[in-house]
């Protein structure tokens, strides 16, 4: 009895095991892959910290205007590499779906936002993908 009781834990185990590695959500009941929308940002030289922290604060003000987001993340390169080619800033997004994002790129806030950001940009990278 108590090898048999021994044997249904480790199976147990084996099983939760698997499905948390996996990805599975029990509470879902389905995949939970998700959006991610990463988008860097490189200034025009002499931008003023005071319109970078404009350009901060209204990222940071989107996902409370826009339902579809549905995490936000930002900060500001740490790498000692040197790789960064003068981008500064990134802004981590992650949205449901392709729907959410598509959304999400048009919406009258993220248009607002363009305009705080445009006259200090000097450049931009964008990547999308779906975590695994």
Known sequence: MKTQKISLIATALVVASFFAI???NHKMGKDTKK?????????KEGTSAAD??????AFAALPGKIPQIKDFEFGTNNSPEGLDKGFTHCFFLTFDDEAGRDIYLPHPDHKKFGEVL???LGDVLVVDYWTE
Do not use: A, M, N, Q
């Open 118 to 120: 445009t006259p200090h």
């Open 22 to 24: 996996s990805g599975f």
């Open 35 to 43: 959006l991610r929308h990463v988008v860097l940002f490189k200034f």
């Open 52 to 57: 970078i922290k404009k350009v901060e604060d």
